[in-house]
T-cell receptor
Framework: NAGVMQNPRHLVRRRGQEARLRCSPM?????VYWYRQLPEEGLKFMVY????????ESGMPKERFSAEFPKEGPSILRIQQVVRGDSAAYFC???????????????FGPGTRLTVL | AQKITQTQPGMFVQEKEAVTLDCTYD???????LFWYKQPSSGEMIFLIY??????QNATEGRYSLNFQKARKSANLVISASQLGDSAMYFC?????????????????FGKGTKLSVIP
């Protein structure tokens, strides 16, 4: 059973370009979460998605950042017009569907390290 | 106020010894979950152990155990018989279940981590 897949593992962009980060959840998982980790920091929640729905984007910057999880294919985190401050590791996590209010443990992918020159 | 506090930026432990990594948390939600993750130098986040706020017993997973002291709001990770491969960053995280607001639960709030170095 493959784990959470993220690609690319490393991404270099120049200021003003777009960055697209992909995440394929574990098989059977329908909840996807994106987190950002700045150097020497813990992870910070960005957005929570289920198939075709954004459930909570309270941690997303208001501008330039967007996320989607289409019916088919991976979840995408998109950063437009990147700036140096966007340089960070971006982690995707997934968890299975749940009948209760509390979703299960989140399993993380290997992360995408974004460097903005 | 910080929701998750890890007061030890770095720790050293001799191989084969036990080590305790501290974590305190702050929440007014009576229902919550506590997690520990390991991040080796390769960068991935590896789930280690989970403790629910209503669990009566301390969680254990192999060499990992969670010393859960609810009244003190602490959830320390104990690693027994340390191995060289245990050298990594360790993060404590909390998920609040938001039972009063009905907002649902999913966000993990992470501490800043503890860097553990195992000495041969």
């Amino acid at each position: 059973n493959a784990g959470v897949m993220q690609n690319p593992r490393h991404l270099v962009r120049r200021r003003g370009q777009e960055a697209r980060l992909r995440c394929s959840p574990m098989k059977g998982h329908s909840h996807v979460y994106w987190y950002r980790q700045l150097p020497e920091e813990g992870l910070k929640f960005m957005v929570y998605l289920q198939k075709e729905n954004i459930i909570d984007e309270s941690g997303m910057p208001k501008e330039r950042f967007s996320a989607e999880f289409p019916k088919e294919g991976p979840s995408i985190l998109r950063i437009q017009q990147v700036v140096r401050g966007d340089s960070a590791a971006y982690f995707c996590a997934s968890s299975p569907p749940t009948s209760g209010r509390a979703p299960d443990t989140q399993y993380f992918g290997p992360g995408t390290r974004l460097t903005v020159l | 106020a910080q929701k998750i506090t890890q007061t030890q930026p770095g720790m050293f432990v001799q191989e084969k010894e036990a080590v305790t990594l501290d974590c305190t948390y702050d929440t007014s939600d009576p229902s919550y979950g506590l997690f520990w993750y390991k991040q080796p130098s390769s960068g991935e986040m590896i789930f280690l152990i989970y403790q629910g706020s209503y669990d009566q017993q301390n969680a254990t997973e192999g060499r990992y155990s969670l010393n859960f002291q609810k009244a003190r709001k602490s959830a320390n990770l104990v690693i027994s018989a340390s191995q060289l491969g245990d050298s990594a960053m360790y993060f404590c995280a909390m998920r609040e279940n938001n039972i009063y607001s009905g907002a649902g639960s999913y966000q993990l709030t992470f501490g800043k981590g503890t860097k553990l170095s195992v000495i041969p």
